[in-house]
Structure formats: structure tokens, C-alpha cells
């Protein structure tokens, strides 16, 4: 796989590209993800994550759903549909807690659906440190 | 003789002959059985004694022989001797004397037959052939090198004692030639005294010459004779059976049983071999059989005499009686009195003999008026033609009446047929009629009969599953035509309402989320089943459902909406508690503690919104019933599992130990919606963790019983006050001390766990001390195997 994709790592760390249209959660993952020593990269809707992605191969999409221009839906097919970027790693976090969109994104190949407002951040940290290690 | 007395006499001695034939096989069969056991119990006795008689002989012709080959009394025969060499000889023999019990003594001859060395000294110089015959051909045999023995002999100067004789010759030092005999008296009686061991009465022994050697109590008995009348039996059975040593039973004569038994001597002595015969007297041996035939024949006598008696009287009475009237009635008939009836006294032959008897009689009287009869006879004759051709006319009118009375008939059928056909036809108006209002009803309409055979469909129904009208439904399986099912896409399960229906004879409301499948798309419909019942049994059934499409649509409209709020209000909230996450964690540097405790305030504060806006969704989704899930069977111990698992860190952070217990040996299952029972359990533990002080325990306990499962959620916590407790399951509401030891919490919880519960048809209570702690009960029915999906 990692033939497959050439991972551009800058200084040997690991991309996370945040797909998040608040700008305050966003804000909050461009620092937090820092911190923690990852390379991150924040797309303010699903059209311009596509346009990143054209680029960049990161190691993990951390994926909103209710986005202005292109939602987290569309976004997650547009990604499972290219060859070039459907073996990336999706989590996505929201903060729409309906069972049926849960499933509907588990279905077309999310890692995992995290609500937002019921975990703290370092949560979040831990989890994509943990998908990241999962080859 | 009277036949009654004749047929008696027949009966009785009929009767006696077979109690005596009885009696006698009694007496054979047990004879035949007896005589076997005692033949084969003689042989075997025969078999073991001959055995022990052989080897005593064998032993004493061997100890002779053994004495014959001392070179001693080689030395001693061949040549002359001093008196000192004689003594020194019988010293020798005493001493073998000695070894070899049951002798009476051993003596040398010599090749003349003189006794020239004795044990016992006495007879030294007499000759064994002064002593008869059979002495003497013994010597001879032994002198041509044979061994042999004597018979049976009375001793010496002894009127009881009886001996027998054994010798065997000497030979020279060089083996080539025979120079005297040895010879050997054995103490008969001594040597017999092993027969008496024998239990039969009657015990003889034989040589192969055919010779009485011994019997039971020989010494007593003495009555031994050379000539015995066995004699020739025994030389034949000798001469026909070789090889054998049990030879048979000789047939018993009048008066014992007897069996003889061969055994072939162990060493080469005369003849080789002794034959045993054993008796016993008949009645002895047969004493067992005669005694159970005499005890048959005493207890039948008189059971059979009783009988015989009673058959006497009957036969008496039904033969003897009536025939004595009958032969009276019968000498006393005369021409005058020919008219007299005799009465018939039984039935049976004898009646039937009267009644032959009285129509004889009858005949006889005929006979008599035949002539008279015959005048009068032809007279009838010619009246009757006379009425033949009057009926005749008769008939014909007869006939006409008839036809008019068919005709009349006719008409009248006619006449109701008609008044029926009308009743019919507005009967049929009026189904017609019903079946037009089905067809035009709004709801689909279907009915199948038991076997899901539709029988009608209204025209909606066909509609909705896209079906030209008039295009053939009735008579079709209906779940080919209908698919109802529970769900779409995964969960989809297919159900069978009308088995539903007529299984429990009941009406089957469809479950919500149910749709009609068609070529075409998923209608969301409710409805229900219900079975047509007529007189106690039930016919078919009949559905009503209804396409609630637009009712989804606004539903969904309204969920998308609170979707959306809930997603808007969050999305500040998560931006707040990270970041006040961020500020307590030191990421904008250390913080004095006034500013901490001040943002932990607003970080429980802002929790408190989350989980205000979680409730709220939750509250609302049920209010709107939107929130139902599908029911499914529920391993309630996994799940508990599961919900305590996602809890530890929370357990972990408030220090309280949480221990679940399964009280039964099953894992239970219930029917519930699987999220919504884990949302239960995860709330109602959370709650016990959170109102428990640090250092306490929750507990979870599952038991069954009654086809009831109940959950008990236990703390020992600070309860609900007793005032309070009644608005427990009200919606924001909570209790003041929960209030004071946990500012998070919306009050909407529980109202959600009640909500939850009672979806799967659980019911939710509890009890509760204030300080001591809350146990809530949960309790569902046990899940039953559901086969409501064929799919």
C-alpha cells in the first residue's frame, strides 16, 4: 500500500487532513494537532479536501459531515470512488448523532463516527494515533 | 337304558380315563427325568472312585515290582542260600512291608512255587499252587513273565478276611532269565473300604474278567460269587467298548436302576481294567414320581367327581326331563284329541323334535280336509279371474289420478323456484354492493383464506402494488403478491401477518417501519390483520393498511430538522469544551487556581448543555415516536457487559467498583431495540456511579424466573429522597440531592430509560432509602423464538 501511495511526510511526520468548515474547531485542530506533533492540514469544505488530496496522500482523513459547497457525504463517495484515494483512512466527526447517518457512513467505508461534543479532543488524538498505526 | 343315564355314564368314565391317563404321564414324565439325573449321577460317582480304586492298585503292583528288582532278592534266587542270607531277605521285606501300606504280606517263590522268603515267616515252604486253580495260573502267568493278579480270595486261617493276591516275576542279574516270583497279598477289605464312601445302595466292583471283586460294604456283605449273573453283560460291554470307560446304564430291571462304568487300568496288570456297577432300587430312585402322581390323582378325584354330578343334573334336566313329556304327550295323541298343541318346554333339539312333532300333526289334519279343499279351491279360481279384470279397470283410474297429481306438483315447484331466484338476486345485489364499497375504499383491502390463498383484493390494494386492474390476483399466494416486511435495505425481515393472525386468533397490527414492497419502490404502511371467524373457527383473514408515505415524509422533514438544531447547537459546544480542555490541560500556560476551579465551572457547565442537547434529541425522537427501533432478540448478560466496558473510566475516575452477577445458569434473551437497551443499562450504571460516593459499589444483577428476566441496578449511593421519589421518571426533573453532589444532568435520563424499557414491553421501578442507596428493577418477558420472517 505504501508503494502504492507515496506518503509526503515532512520531517518524517504523519499528515492529518481535518475536513472542517468551523472555524473555531478548526482553529483548534490546526493547534492541537501540532502539538501533538502531526503535520495537519485543514480543508474548509469537501471540495477543497478533494483538491488537497489531488496533491497529498495523508495518513488519515478526519471527515465532518455538514459542510457548506460539497457535505462530508458526497465528500467520503467522491474519495471511495477514485482509485487513488479509496484506500485512505476516513474518521469522521460530526456532530449529527442520528443512527441511520452513522450507518449510512459506516457503510461506504468510514473507520469509525465520533460526535464531536461527546469526546474531548485528546479522544480523538488516541484514535487517530491508533488508525494511523493500523496498517 | 335312558339316554340321559347313558350320556351320564359316558361323562364320568370319559372323565376318570383321563384322570388316570394324567396321572400316568405325570408319573412317566417325572420317571424319565429322575432316571436320567440318577444314570448320569451314577457315572459320574463310577467315573471317580474307579479312578481312586486304579491308582491304590496301581501303587501296590508297582511297589511289588519294585521289590522283584532288588538285587537282593535276585542275589537270593539264584543261588544257594544261607538261613542267615533268608533272614537277612525278610528283614528286607519287613521293610517294604513297612513302606507299602494295606498288605498283609510279601513272599519270594521260587520257580516251583514254594515260599522260600516270607515277610510274615509262617508259610515259608508252602507252594501257591497247593492253593487251587487260580493260584496256580497266576504263578504260571508270572513265571512266563506276565504280572497279574489274583481274584478274591478268603485269607488264610480266616473266615472274613478277604486278599488279594498280586505277582510279578524275577529276573536273573543279567536280565535274561525269570528265577522266582514275587508276590503280594493285599488286605482286600481295607482297600474296598472306598467304595462305602459311595451313596448308591447297590455298589459292585468287577475285573475285566467279569469277576465280583469288591461291593459296598464288602467286609459285612461277604455274598460274593465268582459265577455272578452279570457276568456275561459286563464280558460284553468289555469286548464292545475297548477304549471307553463309561459304557452306559444297563437297563434297569424290575427293581433298581443300574449303571455300569469302565475304567482302564493305569498299568499293564491282567486283563486291564475294572467295571463298577451302581444301583439304585426303584423305589428309592422313583419314590419322587409315584408320590407326585398319587397327589394328582387325590386332588383331581374329587374335582372331578363334583363335576361329574353337576354335568348329571344338567343333562337331566335339558335331555331327560323333556323327553319323558314328549314321549308322554305323544303316547297319549289320538284321532280325537289330534288338534291338541303340545307345548314346546325348551329350546333345543327336543323343541325343535316337537315342533316337528306337532307339524306332523298339523299335516296330518291337512291331509285330511285336502278333498274338501280342492272343491272349494276351484271355486276361488274362477272368482278370481272375475276380480283380476275388476282390478284391472281399477288400476287404469288409479293411473290418470297419479299423473294429474304430478302435473298439480309441477307447478307448484315452478312457483318457488321463481320466489327464489328473486331472493337470490337481491342477495346478490347486496354483495355486489359490499364488494363495491371495499373495491372503492381509500385502504388497501385484502383477505386470503387459512392458507394464504388470496380471496379478495379491493381495487387500492391492487393499485399499490402496481397492478393493472382486472389483472388476476385472487387465487394466488398472497406472499408472492404482498411483501410485507419489517425495515428495507439490510434489516430488511420479511413477514407472514396472516400466519400471525391465525396463530394467535387475533387481530395483527403491522409493526412500525413496516413497508409493502413492490416492483417499484418501499411504501411505508400500517395496518393490521385480523382473522374472519366464523362459528369458533376461523375461515381466513382480512387486512386493512393504509399507504402512510406522507406521514413518513413529514416525519422525516421534522427529525431532519431536529437533526440539524441538535448538529448547530453542538458544534459551539465542542468548540467551548475543547478549548477549555485545551486551557486546563496548560496549553496557554499554568493557570492560578482561582482560573482553574473557575474553568472547570464553565467546562461541567458546558457538559451539562451536551448532555442537555443529547436528552433532548432522545426525548424528542420518542415523543415523535421516531426514536422506535426495530425490536431484536438481545443477549441481556453480553450487553451489560458491554455497557459497564464503556463506562471503566468512569467507574475508574469517581473510584466506585462495578460487579455484575448472573444468577441463572441460562442467558437470558430478551426482545428489545439493541441500541436503546444499551443506552438503558449505560444510563441507569452511569447514574449509579455518579450518585454513589468514591470507595462504593454498584452492582448488576440478572436473575430468571417465571419466563421473567429482571435486571436489578443497585447502588449505595445517596438515594431519592422518599418526597421525590414519585416524580422520579418526570421529564427535567431531579432529585435536590443529585442536584447538590452532580451539577451535570438534564433531568431527562431516566424518562428516556423508562421510554426505552417499556418499547420492549419491559416495565422499570425501583427502590430507594436516602443515604442507603437505589436498586432499579427492570424486568422483560423472556424472548420467545419469533418465526415471523420465511423470507
Not at chain 2, 355314564?9 to 432316571?35: K, P
Not at chain 2, 444510563?683 to 470507595?695: F, W
Amino acid at each position: 500500500m505504501e508503494n502504492d501511495m507515496p506518503i509526503a511526510a515532512e520531517n518524517g511526520k504523519k499528515l492529518v487532513l481535518a475536513v472542517e468548515d468551523d472555524a473555531f474547531l478548526a482553529s483548534i485542530h490546526k493547534n492541537k494537532m501540532a502539538k501533538e506533533g502531526f503535520e495537519i492540514f485543514v480543508a474548509g469544505n469537501g471540495r477543497e479536501a478533494l483538491e488537497f488530496l489531488k496533491t497529498r496522500k495523508p495518513d488519515i482523513i478526519l471527515l465532518d459531515l455538514i459542510m457548506p459547497v460539497m457535505d462530508g457525504f458526497e465528500t467520503l463517495k467522491e474519495i471511495k470512488a477514485n482509485p487513488e484515494t479509496k484506500d485512505l483512512k476516513v474518521v469522521v466527526l460530526s456532530n449529527l448523532s442520528q443512527e441511520e447517518d452513522k450507518q449510512r457512513v459506516m457503510d461506504m467505508g468510514a473507520l469509525d463516527y465520533v460526535v464531536k461534543a461527546n469526546v474531548s479532543f485528546r479522544e480523538i488524538v488516541e484514535k487517530v494515533k491508533a488508525y494511523i498505526e493500523i496498517k | 337304558m335312558k339316554i340321559a343315564n347313558k350320556i351320564s355314564i359316558t361323562i364320568g368314565l370319559g372323565s376318570l380315563g383321563i384322570l388316570v391317563i394324567a396321572g400316568f404321564q405325570s408319573y412317566s414324565y417325572n420317571r424319565d427325568a429322575l432316571e436320567k439325573n440318577i444314570t448320569e449321577n451314577h457315572l459320574h460317582v463310577a467315573a471317580m472312585y474307579m479312578e481312586k480304586i486304579d491308582q491304590s492298585l496301581a501303587a501296590q503292583y508297582r511297589n511289588l515290582k519294585l521289590t522283584a528288582t532288588r538285587i537282593k532278592v535276585r542275589a537270593f534266587l539264584s543261588g544257594q542260600n544261607s538261613e542267615e542270607d533268608r533272614l537277612l531277605l525278610e528283614k528286607g521285606l519287613k521293610d517294604d512291608m513297612a513302606i507299602y501300606t494295606g498288605l498283609n504280606s510279601l513272599d519270594i517263590l521260587d520257580k516251583s512255587g514254594r515260599i522260600v522268603a516270607s515277610s510274615s515267616g509262617e508259610r515259608l515252604g508252602n507252594r501257591v499252587t497247593d492253593k487251587g486253580e487260580a493260584f496256580s495260573g497266576l504263578f504260571e502267568k508270572s513265571l512266563a513273565g506276565e504280572s497279574g493278579y489274583s481274584g478274591v480270595v478268603l485269607a488264610d486261617n480266616s473266615s472274613d478276611k478277604m486278599e488279594e493276591y498280586f505277582m510279578s516275576p524275577v529276573l536273573s542279574q543279567d536280565g535274561q532269565e525269570i528265577i522266582g516270583v514275587a508276590s503280594e497279598s493285599i488286605d482286600w477289605n481295607e482297600s474296598m473300604k472306598i467304595l462305602d464312601g459311595i451313596d448308591e445302595s447297590i455298589v459292585r466292583l468287577y475285573n475285566s474278567q467279569g469277576e465280583l471283586i469288591g461291593a459296598k460294604n464288602w467286609q459285612n456283605s461277604l455274598a460274593f460269587s465268582p459265577e455272578d449273573k452279570n457276568k456275561p453283560a459286563l464280558l460284553e460291554a468289555f469286548k464292545e467298548h475297548p477304549q471307553e470307560n463309561v459304557l452306559a446304564g444297563i437297563a434297569n430291571n424290575s427293581k433298581a436302576l443300574t449303571s455300569i462304568a469302565k475304567e482302564n487300568a493305569m498299568e499293564e496288570y491282567l486283563g486291564n481294567g475294572w467295571i463298577l456297577i451302581t444301583q439304585t432300587p426303584v423305589a428309592v430312585a422313583f419314590a419322587g414320581a409315584t408320590k407326585s402322581a398319587l397327589f394328582l390323582l387325590l386332588l383331581l378325584l374329587p374335582i372331578i367327581i363334583i363335576i361329574n354330578i353337576i354335568l348329571i343334573i344338567i343333562i337331566n334336566r335339558s335331555v331327560g326331563v323333556p323327553l319323558d313329556f314328549l314321549i308322554r304327550k305323544v303316547k297319549g295323541v289320538r284321532e280325537e284329541n289330534l288338534t291338541e298343541v303340545i307345548p314346546i318346554i325348551s329350546h333345543d333339539e327336543i323343541g325343535e323334535l316337537i315342533n316337528a312333532f306337532n307339524e306332523m300333526r298339523v299335516r296330518l289334519i291337512e291331509s285330511k280336509s285336502h278333498l274338501e279343499e280342492e272343491v272349494s279351491q276351484k271355486t276361488i279360481e274362477l272368482k278370481t279371474i272375475l276380480d283380476q279384470t275388476n282390478k284391472k279397470n281399477e288400476n287404469l283410474e288409479n293411473s290418470k289420478k297419479a299423473m294429474l297429481n304430478i302435473l298439480e306438483d309441477f307447478e307448484e315447484s315452478k312457483k318457488l323456484l321463481e320466489r327464489e331466484k328473486t331472493m337470490y338476486a337481491a342477495e346478490r345485489d347486496r354483495s355486489e354492493g359490499i364488494l363495491r364499497y371495499l373495491h372503492s375504499i381509500g385502504e388497501g383491502v385484502i383477505a386470503t383464506d387459512c392458507d394464504g390463498v388470496l380471496t379478495f383484493v379491493n381495487l387500492t390494494a391492487a393499485k399499490m402494488i402496481a397492478r393493472a386492474e382486472g389483472s388476476p390476483l385472487i387465487g394466488k399466494e398472497y406472499l408472492n403478491e404482498f411483501v410485507f416486511s419489517s425495515g428495507k435495505g439490510s434489516g430488511k425481515k420479511i413477514l407472514d401477518p396472516v400466519a400471525e393472525a391465525l396463530k394467535s386468533s387475533a387481530v395483527f397490527p403491522l409493526p412500525p417501519y413496516c413497508y409493502l414492497t413492490t416492483s417499484i419502490s418501499n411504501i411505508p404502511i400500517s395496518g393490521s390483520f385480523a382473522p374472519i371467524i366464523k362459528n369458533g373457527k376461523p375461515l381466513g383473514v382480512v387486512s386493512v393498511f393504509q399507504d402512510i408515505t406522507e406521514r413518513y415524509n413529514l416525519e422525516k422533514e421534522k427529525d431532519d430538522f431536529l437533526s440539524i438544531t441538535a448538529h448547530q447547537l453542538r458544534t459551539p459546544l465542542t468548540g467551548i469544551r475543547w478549548t477549555l480542555e485545551s486551557l486546563l490541560d496548560g496549553d496557554a500556560g499554568k493557570l492560578p487556581k482561582e482560573a482553574t476551579e473557575l474553568l472547570d465551572q464553565i467546562f461541567k457547565n458546558n457538559q451539562r448543555l451536551v448532555t442537555l442537547v443529547n436528552d433532548l434529541l432522545d426525548v424528542s425522537r420518542i415523543n415523535m415516536g421516531k426514536s422506535k427501533e426495530e425490536l431484536d432478540t438481545v443477549d441481556v448478560a453480553s450487553l451489560i457487559i458491554d455497557g459497564i466496558k464503556t463506562l471503566e473510566g468512569l467507574a475508574k475516575e469517581k473510584k466506585v467498583k462495578v460487579i455484575f452477577e448472573k444468577e441463572c445458569k441460562e442467558d437470558p434473551q430478551i426482545m428489545i431495540g439493541p441500541k436503546h437497551f444499551f443506552q438503558a443499562i449505560e444510563n441507569l450504571v452511569s447514574n449509579a456511579i455518579k450518585y454513589t460516593p468514591s470507595g462504593g459499589e454498584a452492582h448488576l444483577l440478572v436473575s430468571l424466573k417465571k419466563q421473567k428476566v429482571t435486571i436489578a441496578v443497585s447502588d449505595n449511593g445517596i438515594g431519592i429522597p422518599e418526597k421525590e421519589q414519585a416524580n422520579i421518571f418526570r421529564k427535567f426533573f431531579r432529585a435536590s440531592n443529585a442536584v447538590l453532589k452532580e451539577t451535570e444532568g438534564s433531568g431527562l435520563g431516566l424518562n428516556v430509560v423508562r421510554s426505552f424499557v417499556e418499547e420492549g414491553g419491559g416495565r422499570i421501578w425501583f427502590e430507594s432509602k436516602e443515604g442507603k442507596g437505589t436498586t432499579f428493577f427492570l424486568e422483560f418477558p423472556v424472548a420467545q423464538a419469533r418465526n415471523v420472517s420465511i423470507a
